[in-house]
């Protein structure tokens, strides 16, 4: 059943999609072993969204432990925050725009230590490539 | 304190993320030695966006700016995975580009040199 992008309900599918993907947890093991691994997704208004809404996402020794909407970006301590519009996260969403590029065109603005980023790089790719692995609805479609 | 520049518009997300570890590796004693005298330009290609970057150096003087120049003294070029297994130095610029995870040209020495800005060793 596909799940609306974004709500609590398709925080707990990502979860569950991040779970079942052997890469994550191949890729993962050291990831948040020894620092903080969580990250906050900032999505801002546009493309049928009317409010700023944040998805917090916790992942540690390549297991999600936590996946969830928040009111405030300070109800959570996140180690790496990535800021963008809901109309070019819907495309990632969708499996139509990858991530990384989007990070790498500065369409996804994120902050943390980037050298933990790149030293899990295949960790991030395989976190990013099971956003698009389930079914969902979309605001403003 | 040793700075890195930012030139020009707002960096682009792969300057923004070597900006970073740049500014973290030119504190390291060792890599600074290696890099101060240094001048030149090289460029930094992420092969699936074909987003760039170049870094120029002038004696000591390290500045990013988006974008491609013609004519650098060196480039690389690789995908995100390749690059950020170069920069955290998982696995060194010489075998990557031997194992052709990477293409390189121009000045293949200064390249050596110049790259060794972009890789953080820090675990």
Known sequence: ?141 | MREIKAGGEELNGLGAILKQVMEETIQVPGTWKTIRRLQGTLVVREAESQVAVHIEFHRGEIQIQNGSVDRPTAYVEGGFEELSAISSGQVGPIRALLGKKIRAGGNLWKLLRMSKVIINRKP
């Open chain 1, 1 to 141: 059943m596909a799940v609306l992008y974004p709500s609590q309900q398709w925080c707990d599918e990502w979860k569950k999609a991040i779970d079942r993907n052997p890469s994550v947890a191949e890729t993962g093991k050291n990831w948040g072993a020894d620092f903080n691994g969580s990250w906050l997704f900032e999505v801002q208004p546009g493309g049928g969204l009317e409010k700023t809404c944040y998805v917090y996402l916790n992942a540690k020794n390549g297991k999600c432990t936590d996946a969830r909407m928040v009111q405030e970006p300070s109800e959570v301590n996140p180690g790496f925050t990535a800021v963008g519009s809901y109309a070019d996260y819907k495309e990632v969403v969708k499996g139509k725009k990858d991530f990384i590029e989007g990070v790498m065109r500065g369409t996804f603005k994120i902050k943390g230590d980037m050298s933990r980023i790149m030293r899990n790089a295949k960790f991030i790719r395989a976190v990013a490539n099971s956003i698009s692995s389930f079914e969902a609805t979309y605001l403003g479609e």
